[in-house]
């Protein structure tokens, strides 16, 4: 399986609008933060897209992206969610309709936000809309061709959302808590990605420090670091890691066993 990482920044991304500081004007390409989402492609060949970001046709173009088999969303914030209407270009490709998992929340949501997209008027009168298919995830896991995927619960805030684990790799964006329960969910990985926004607090993010100590607990054999602001220049950051924990960044490509 090999997993790309396709955005690694927050909502904003980086370098952020208007901002002059020493991240936002690096000439690291590592520093350069579209936002959160990975690309995964299965060892059956199934293309898995976790979120759709603003950044979405960017994110594509950068990286050959020709095909996606399904959508799984971690949640509806803007920044996870508003690339939508480019899956209409793979649905031109492929000529099938897209299935898009989330729970009962992040759907109704989806069409709430979208609603164009799920109005059979639009496209019978060549409004040009997506072809979607909503699936809801109500707990335990699901198949996408042979790969297994278990949705994992974390904490968001006060808001609980998803997310997932592919055989030994977990993704978990957007959290500051990892429930017991969901700890039980995440034994035995060679890779978890983990939320770790800036070093000051926050009321809905890992800072680093937490983001790190969440890591040790859970203990797979190598964590990466996302949803990274400008506060956090890379090679400073990981440099002041510990053996295991690094961060990521956008173009990363993994493969996992």
Aim: net charge neutral; hydrophobic share 40%; aromatic share 6%.
């Amino acid at each position: 399986m090999n997993v790309l990482f396709l955005g690694t920044g927050t909502s904003h991304g980086v370098p952020m609008i208007g901002c002059d500081c020493a991240v936002c004007r690096s000439t690291d390409p590592r520093d350069k933060r579209l936002r959160p989402s990975i690309y995964v492609t299965c060892d059956d060949g199934t293309r898995v897209l976790v979120d759709t970001t603003p950044d979405l046709r960017t994110q594509a173009l950068t990286h050959n992206i020709r095909r996606v088999d399904a959508v799984l969303y971690t949640h509806t914030h803007a920044d996870h969610i508003l690339g939508l209407d480019e899956l209409r270009r793979f649905n031109h490709m492929t000529r099938q309709p897209v299935p898009l998992f989330g729970d009962v929340f992040s759907l109704a949501e989806l069409r709430r936000t979208f609603a164009y997209a799920f109005d059979e008027r639009e496209a019978q009168q060549g409004g040009g809309v997506p072809d979607l298919q909503l699936w809801r995830l109500s707990g335990g896991a699901l198949m996408i061709g042979r790969q297994e995927i278990v949705p994992v619960p974390v904490s968001h805030g006060h808001r609980t959302i998803l997310g997932f684990r592919f055989g030994r790799f977990a993704y978990l964006t957007d959290c500051n808590a990892v429930p017991p329960s969901s700890r039980a969910l995440l034994q035995n990985l060679d890779v978890l990605v983990l939320d770790a926004l800036r070093h000051r607090p926050h009321p809905t993010h890992f800072t680093v420090a937490e983001a790190v100590n969440a890591a040790a607990g859970i203990g797979a054999r190598q964590t990466y670091l996302t949803h990274i602001c400008h506060d956090l220049s890379h090679a400073g950051t990981c440099a002041s890691l510990p053996a295991g924990v690094t961060l990521a960044y956008d173009g990363l490509s993994l493969d996992v066993s």
